[in-house]
């Protein structure tokens, strides 16, 4: 068998599987349909190529079926080149492509050439191939003059090398069918083209130099010497059937043994060769994994985070954000914190992440999935999720993913010109997991000091209620008996009247105090319609209220697996709050329900409680819930931090967001 009919034979292969790789991988991708009808049609090209070389003399209908795939070849490389290179600018012949195929295939069914003509025509077709083939490099080479980014400008100069590379091995095949006696080379280097545009542009992994020496050398060498124990075992035997089967498989089970050793040590001797800067990377990370077991505060993690990536990747700075403990938006961990607004939850970048469900990725990325996306929609989502990545200035964005729960990130800016490969993002893979589990981790701890915490506070707010109340009605009690004795003057009966109000007062402050460390208990089998509960606060509310008050009820049947008297004080407080905002200056308040068919989670239900009062200052937005934190001058500081506790009682979240143009908005999301 010659160097030709071995190539085919690779080529179809290789070919084939390519094409099945593409579909699998993607069926409603168009950069991978086109890339997938190209392979397709290679691999029925070459089969017909193969299947001539074996039968002598060419049947006619065989003959016709390859000048057609002939024709079709250079329309489907130029589509493929203009759904996988980034620059798209100039729209893509389609119609009068298929127009040049269609009429080549109608020519040959009416012409009745025989298999002799019809070889001429498919030599002739091949000889036009050169025309496709130059205006793809030409493609490659604009759209490598256009790229700005680094790793997109990357892949365009491995692709157009690969393929100047083909077309120079071409000629090997062109010098061997005129009998120079040279060794036909071009199908195999356009196999080898393939391989590396799928790999490049398909799958998005990239590779550096070293990297593919590396991998070319641990391929070479571990082939090198299992064909040395195969050679050792099998290649004395001569005509021996008996001894040939037997000693392959002594051969075959002695690979099997020695593989993972010698895969070890070759890979090994490779790395050290090859991947220093990959070595030193994964030496980095293993060391800042040892040094991140057992800290318990997500805020010691950035300092250490950020000198190991500078040491490994060369990165210019490097941000790590958490979710907070409401799970409404994500801070900036460590000391440039300052300097960062909290990014909200639902923020494009934040759920791009927990969408995409992978581990680290450049940002480069986004913008590859939104030109490669068919619906508009998607398309504007990834943008939007890449200007937010811009914002951040980041390169290399690190998700630290729990479950399917995305509980902190990292934004990492690399060096000018730093160039981060798929292996070695993979590698930054199980840093993230171990951080993803330590920033869990800390909330539990968190939230089981706090539940410690409020236990012995209940404990400590019985006692103190009894043995502060008590006083308390003596004073008041004295207070008004002084009051009403017929010697008081105004001054001092002016006085007895602010001792019993700040007596009152007291009083609410205690009582609301131990309302906070021991919050009602609901009863877990009662339900209610919050929609019923809405309008009987706005009638409790509507004789005293001083702005209108409206119920805008977006869905009406559902129903809570709630207590329908702590929905109420919940949702009172919060309206008393809206109204008392809103006193200097006209407005409306708003209680929204949402649910259904709404644009809220799946099983969730939203009410929310709407003013149009001056707001909430941003630096405050996130202590509103703290408890003794109060805006009023007289206020208490416990009311919203009840309402959490009583919220979160019920199994739901409580947020605030502003109102635009003015006031704010509290919302109580509850699980239906």
């Known amino acids: 068998m010659d160097v030709g009919t071995v190539s085919l034979i690779i080529a179809a292969f290789v070919d084939g599987a390519l094409g099945l790789a593409c579909l699998l991988r993607a069926r409603r991708s168009r950069r991978s349909l086109s890339v997938a009808a190209l392979c397709v049609v290679l691999f029925a090209h070459d089969t017909v190529c193969l299947v001539e070389r074996f039968q002598s003399p060419t049947h006619a209908s065989l003959a016709a079926f390859h000048a057609v795939l002939a024709a079709a070849l250079g329309p489907l490389l130029l589509r493929a080149l203009h759904d996988t290179l980034p620059e798209r600018r100039a729209r893509f012949p389609l119609r009068w492509s298929l127009v040049f195929v269609a009429g080549i295939a109608v020519f040959v069914a009416m012409a009745g050439l025989d298999a002799i003509a019809l070889t001429v025509l498919g030599d002739a077709l091949h000889a036009v191939l050169v025309i496709p083939a130059g205006l793809g490099i030409a493609r490659i080479y604009r759209s490598w003059r256009g790229a700005g980014a680094a790793r997109e400008r990357t892949r365009l100069t491995i692709l157009f090398y690969a393929a100047a590379g083909s077309v120079v091995l071409y000629t090997t095949d062109i010098a061997a069918a005129i009998g120079l006696g040279v060794i036909p080379l071009g199908v195999l280097g356009r196999s080898v083209l393939l391989l590396l545009g799928f790999q490049l542009f398909v799958q998005r992994a990239l590779m550096t130099a070293e990297e593919v020496s590396a991998r070319l050398a641990l391929f070479g060498g571990l082939a090198s010497m299992l064909s040395v124990i195969y050679w050792l075992l099998v290649s004395w035997v001569g005509d021996q059937r008996g001894l040939y089967f037997f000693n392959t498989f002594i051969a075959s089970f002695v690979i099997l043994v020695l593989f993972e050793p010698v895969k070890g040590f070759t890979l090994r001797i490779t790395r050290r060769i090859f991947l220093r800067e990959s070595a030193r990377l994964e030496r980095e990370l293993a060391s800042l994994s040892e040094e991140l077991m057992g800290i318990p ?22 941000s790590l954000w958490a979710l907070d403990r409401d799970g409404t938006a994500f801070v900036a961990l460590g000391t440039k914190g300052a300097s960062f607004h909290p990014i909200l939850a639902t923020d494009p970048i934040v759920e791009y992440m927990t969408v995409r469900q992978a581990g680290p990725f450049v940002v480069e990325e986004i913008e590859n999935d939104a030109a490669s996306l068919v619906r508009e929609g998607s398309r504007r989502f990834c943008e939007a999720a890449l200007e937010s990545a811009r914002r951040l200035g980041a390169d290399l964005i690190l998700p630290f993913v729990h479950g399917d729960r995305c509980v902190g990130f990292a934004s990492v800016s690399l060096g000018e010109g730093a160039l981060l490969s798929t292996d070695q993002a993979r590698t930054l893979d199980p840093l993230c997991r171990q951080i993803a589990g330590s920033f869990r981790n800390a909330e539990i701890l968190r939230s089981l000091r706090e539940r410690d915490k409020l236990a012995a506070l209940g404990e400590l707010a019985a006692g103190l209620a009894h043995e502060i109340k008590n006083p308390l009605g003596a004073i008041k009690g004295a207070a008004q008996l002084l009051q009403a004795g017929p010697t008081v003057g105004p001054a001092a009966r002016e006085m007895l009247t602010i001792l019993s109000d700040e007596t009152d007062r007291l009083s609410n402050v205690v009582t609301e ?10 009863q877990p089998s009662t339900s209610c319609s919050p929609l019923r509960v809405m309008e009987h606060i706005a009638g409790l509310l509507a004789p005293e209220a001083r702005v209108p008050i409206e119920i805008v009820a977006e869905a009406k049947d559902v129903v809570l697996s709630a207590d329908p008297e702590i929905l109420k004080q919940v949702l009172l407080n919060l309206s008393l709050n809206a109204m008392q905002a809103m006193e200097q200056n006209q407005g409306r308040l708003t209680l929204r329900l949402r649910g259904g068919t709404t644009r809220v989670p799946r099983g969730s239900v939203e009410i929310a409680v709407e003013d149009t009062g001056p707001g909430i200052p941003p630096e405050a937005r996130d202590r509103v819930f703290m408890p003794f934190f109060t805006t009023k001058p007289k206020g208490s500081g416990l009311g919203l931090a009840i309402c959490q506790r009583l919220v979160e009682g019920m199994k739901g979240t409580i947020s605030v967001t502003p109102n635009l143009p003015s006031g704010c908005v509290f919302t109580v999301r509850l699980p239906a």
């Open 297 to 318: 505060d997500p805020g010691a993690v950035a300092a250490p985070f950020e000198a190991a990536l500078q040491r490994g990747l060369g990165a210019r700075s490097c």
């Open 513 to 522: 105090f131990l309302d906070y460390a021991r919050p009602r208990r609901g």
